[in-house]
Antibody
Framework: QVQLVQSGSELKKPGASVKVSCKAS????????MNWVRQAPGQGLEWMGW????????TYAQDFTGRFVFSLDTSVSTAYLQISSLKAEDTAVYYC??????????????WGQGTLVTVSS | QSVLTQPPSVSGAPGQRVTISCTGS?????????VHWYQQLPGTAPKLLIY???NRPSGVPDRFSGSKSGTSASLAITGLQAEDEADYYC????????????FGGGTKLTVL
C-alpha cells in the first residue's frame, strides 16, 4: 500500500535552512502529484503547494513563495521541501501528501507522518 | 482567516448526532467545486474521511456522511463515540487564489 515516510524532527536557528524529505513506496512515484501542508503549533492546516512528479514543476500557494522550494529525486522516489532564511514563525509540522483523482474529484489521499521543524535561537 | 469557515468547536454526548459546517463563497464551494473532509486525531496526520462531497473511502464507518448545498458543505457524525474526538477540516478548491486548494479553519469535536 501507499506509504510516505518523512525525515525526522529538526531544530534550526533563525536564518538557517532546512530540507525535509518524503520517501514514497508502494506505488509508482510519478503517478501522483506530491503536495505539502503546514500546521503551526495549535493551528489549522495550510496547503503550501504541490510538485508534478512527472515534470518536477512546482506550484506554490500565495503565502509560500520565495523561501520555499519543492524538489524531487525520482531515482529514490523522494520529494523534498527546502525552507531557507528560517524564521520563528516557520515553526510547524510539515506534511507531504499524495494527490489522488477519481470521480469524486482530486484530493489529498495518503499522508506522511509529519516532520516537526522548530526554529529557535 | 480561511476562506472556508468552520465553527471552532462542536460537542455532543456519546450516541448523539453532530454536524460540522464548512461555509464558503462563489469562488469555491458555490462555484461547484467538491468538498473533502479530514479527521485529525491528536498528534497524528490528517486522515481522509469524505471525498467528493459525500463519498466515504473504504474503512470509514457509515456513521460519517457528507453533503453540500449552495456555498456550504456539512459533515455529519451519528452515533457519536469517544474515539471521534478529533479535529475536522474541510478542503476545497478556490478559483480566486490563482487556482489553489484551501482548508477550512478546523473544528474541534469534543465528546462529552
Amino acid at each position: 500500500q501507499v506509504q510516505l515516510v518523512q525525515s525526522g524532527s529538526e531544530l534550526k536557528k533563525p536564518g538557517a535552512s532546512v530540507k525535509v524529505s518524503c520517501k514514497a513506496s508502494g506505488y509508482t512515484f510519478s503517478n501522483y502529484a506530491m503536495n505539502w501542508v503546514r500546521q503551526a503549533p495549535g493551528q489549522g492546516l495550510e496547503w503550501m503547494g504541490w510538485i508534478n512528479t512527472n515534470t518536477g514543476n512546482p506550484t506554490y500557494a500565495q503565502d509560500f513563495t520565495g523561501r520555499f522550494v519543492f524538489s524531487l529525486d525520482t531515482s529514490v522516489s523522494t520529494a523534498y521541501l527546502q525552507i531557507s532564511s528560517l524564521k520563528a514563525e516557520d515553526t510547524a509540522v510539515y506534511y507531504c501528501a499524495t494527490r489522488y483523482c477519481s470521480g469524486g474529484g482530486c484530493y489529498l489521499d495518503s499522508w506522511g507522518q509529519g516532520t516537526l521543524v522548530t526554529v529557535s535561537s | 482567516q480561511s476562506v472556508l469557515t468552520q465553527p471552532p468547536s462542536v460537542s455532543g454526548a456519546p450516541g448523539q448526532r453532530v454536524t460540522i459546517s464548512c461555509t464558503g463563497s462563489s469562488s469555491n464551494i458555490g462555484a461547484g467545486y467538491v468538498v473533502h473532509w479530514y479527521q485529525q486525531l491528536p498528534g497524528t496526520a490528517p486522515k481522509l474521511l469524505i471525498y467528493g462531497n459525500s463519498n466515504r473511502p473504504s474503512g470509514v464507518p457509515d456513521r460519517f456522511s457528507g453533503s453540500k448545498s449552495g456555498t456550504s458543505a456539512s459533515l455529519a457524525i451519528t452515533g457519536l463515540q469517544a474515539e471521534d474526538e478529533a479535529d475536522y477540516y474541510c478542503l476545497s478548491y478556490d478559483s480566486s487564489l490563482s487556482g489553489f486548494w484551501v482548508f477550512g479553519g478546523g473544528t474541534k469535536l469534543t465528546v462529552l
